[in-house]
Structures are given as structure tokens and as C-alpha cells.
């Protein structure tokens, strides 16, 4: 699956106009490598048919990975930019905790959570154009499996509020560095339902906060997107 995300990302970088490379165009396109870190807090956990086991007890982890990433960028005008950025990861989560034990991974799921934001971007700063931004993220669960025997997992969608900030290095025409960071708030309901041979009770339910950071580290080429459909006068952004 990653070998194929690889592939994606390289082709889209082929197929970029050649020679089109304009560091003041009005679109942008960034191939990045991007580190993912969680910051776990599980709000609440019922199993067993009972009632929540020690509200705000951290009984899961999500796993932290490095994964390819895709940033696409239309600007507005020199200064505001609206950004769609995302990715593909499998994510697993360990289960442990003073009321369920050390379980080790009790359940996995592939993500795409693509995130959205409007961008301020500095200028008057030479080559080095830094930049903040704010959004949203949304989360799509798919491919889930369960971990514990006698139980399927569905984890919920979720949305989550995004803030960032990054910098370019500008290569020269259009090319650009770029580091990126993000950090997004958000939560989602896992479920484990028996499917008739679990012994933890009727369902397994846990609330759980995920909190993402994304750092990334990427190359960007900047163009006009006029370039793609043909050579035309295009007046540059104001």
C-alpha cells in the first residue's frame, strides 16, 4: 500500500509543466515526508455491560508513524493560500490500564484524513516565506479489524479543529523547502461489538482523544495553473 502512495506522489511530480516553474504562481503542489504523533487521552472506557471504568484513565494508545504526504496550495492573492493536505496510514491501537490489563494491540484501521486550511502567508522576507494557517481536519476509518477474539471494531469519523504554521526556502523558479507543522484536536468513539463468542460483555466502548501532530519536510514546485492548459499571458498575483 505505501510502495503505491510512493508511486502516486512521484507520478503527480512528473506530470507537473515543465519548465513552468513560477515562484509567484498561483498554485503549488508539495511532496513531503511527514512524521505523525498522537497525544492519547481515553475519555471514557465501558466493557463488561458495565458503567465507565475510571473516567479520563489513558486505556489506549494510538501508534506514531512516518508516512508520504501530498499538499496541494491555491492562492488567493501574495498573501492568503487555502491548503489541502493528506495522506494514507494504518493506525493500531494498544489497549492497557489498571481495569484491562497490558492487551498489546487490540485493533487496527487504515485513515485518510485530509485537513484543510486558509493561510496568511508573509512576504518582504527575500527567499525565506514563512506562513500560519487555520482549519479543520476530517478522519475517515476504513479497513478497521479487531484485535480481540469474539469481536468486530468500527471506529467513528471525526472532525477536528487545525492550526499551523510552516516556512518555504525558495529555490527559484518555483521550486521551494518547506518545513510544516500541524496540530489538530479531535476524538472518536471506538466500538467492539460481540459477535457472539466475546467474553468482555455486549460491546466494548471507548471515547478517546487522538490529538495529532504533523511534521513535515517538503518539496514544493509553485506554477501557474494556466500553464497546464497551454501557454497564456498570466498578470501575477497581487
Known sequence: ???????????????LPAQAGDSNGNFQVKLGATGVWTD????SFTALGGANLIP?????????????????TYYLNNNLAVELFCCFDRVGVDAHGPAVGALGEVASTWIFPPILTLQYHFDGLGPIKPYVGVG??????????????????????????ALQAGVDYDLGQGWSLGVDVKKVWEDTKVTWTNTGTGTLGPN?????????LFVTANLGYRFNLSDLFG???VEPLK
Open 204 to 212: 466494548v466502548i471507548a471515547k478517546h482523544d487522538i490529538d495529532p
Open 136 to 161: 479543520a481536519e476530517w478522519v475517515h476509518y476504513f479497513d478497521s479489524k479487531s484485535k480481540i477474539d469474539g469481536y468486530s471494531v468500527d471506529f467513528d469519523d471525526s472532525f477536528g479543529f
Open 40 to 43: 492519547d487521552d481515553t475519555k
Open 1 to 15: 500500500m505505501r510502495l503505491g502512495l510512493v508511486a502516486l506522489l512521484v507520478g503527480a511530480a512528473m506530470a
Open 231 to 233: 501557454s497564456r499571458q
Open 56 to 72: 479520563g484513565g489513558n486505556y489506549a494508545t494510538t501508534t506514531d508513524n512516518a508516512i508520504p504526504s501530498l499538499t496541494l
